[in-house]
């Protein structure tokens, strides 16, 4: 079990990051709540279950437990209320003391919805996370979020990685509402930041159903081809969910001294190539 032993609300945890997440965190013995669509809160938790057995998880090199299904130690529970209402959060944290960090997986995937203008589920969806913390109490909160966005959050802009193709990426990017709508809720979770709530914004590269390779580097806020961080010129443009997953979970996990340093910033995500391994 974890020294460190968190209690994680996971909003829209039945998304495939969020599985990846929540199978870790358990195993680790995190205890979860889970928010996800349903009829009831018991079917709730049965939906979250049957998706959890479906999760396979990529063996660890060099793993004594080869061969062997992992025992999770943590809690999992699980609720249906709604992502975009503050007082499913109030209602949480106030009955739950043990709850200490949000992690938030909320995304959309339909093309649909991604040039609809009237969809707003990314400002709503932190708007209701932070207003909710603060007509009860501030905890931490991990936004798993998106590449297209540099800059401080707060003073964050439209920009792509250098060695994305960004002309014609960013011109489609310029034409989605739901981007300018992620913006804006990194800027809600910014000035909820300077009233002291504690976050920080994952903004992985392009996302993959791949294994985690585990060869992926971050760097805080802003990207360059000469990042003493992260070189992008020795880095690739994607990366695995499940690697994504697991740097949300470590960072979470880290003591309180050390994840304090991530604190306010948005954090590039992407593999490496794999000469920048062979050539280090």
Not at 6 to 27: E, W
Not at 112 to 117: L, V
Request: aromatic share 8%; proline share 4%; with cysteine.
């Amino acid at each position: 079990m974890s020294e460190n032993r968190r209690h994680f609300l996971v909003v829209a945890a039945a998304s495939r990051g969020a599985r990846l997440f929540i199978k870790k965190a358990l195993q680790q013995g995190h205890d979860v709540t889970a928010i996800c669509r349903a009829d009831s809160d018991d079917a709730a938790l049965a939906r979250m279950n049957t998706l959890l057995d479906d999760v396979i998880l990529t063996e660890e090199q060099g793993s004594s437990t080869t061969g062997e299904k992992p025992v999770g130690k943590g809690t999992l529970k699980a609720t249906n209320q709604n992502v975009i209402l503050s007082e499913t959060y109030q209602s949480l944290l106030q009955s739950d003391p043990s709850i200490d960090a949000v992690c938030c997986f909320v995304g959309v995937t339909k093309v649909s919805d991604m040039f609809n203008k009237q969809n707003k589920l990314y400002s709503q969806t932190i708007s209701a996370i932070t207003t909710g913390m603060q007509n009860s109490r501030l905890i931490e909160l991990y936004y798993h979020g998106s590449s297209g966005t540099e800059g401080v959050p707060g003073q964050s802009y439209a920009k792509l990685p250098d060695n994305f193709p960004v002309k014609w990426l960013m011109n489609m990017f310029n034409h989605m509402p739901i981007v300018k709508n992620y913006r804006e809720s990194e800027g809600v979770l910014a000035k909820a930041g300077e009233q002291g709530l504690p976050f920080v914004i994952f903004r992985p590269a392009y996302l993959t159903n791949k294994p985690a390779k585990r060869r992926y580097r971050y760097c805080f806020d802003t990207t360059g081809f000469d990042n003493e961080m992260l070189p992008i010129k020795s880095a690739t443009t994607q990366i695995s969910r499940e690697d994504v997953a697991e740097e949300i979970l470590r960072v979470a996990s880290l003591s309180i001294s050390e994840r304090s340093d991530w604190f306010g910033h948005g954090v590039y995500l992407v593999d490496m190539k794999v000469s920048f391994y062979q050539n280090s």
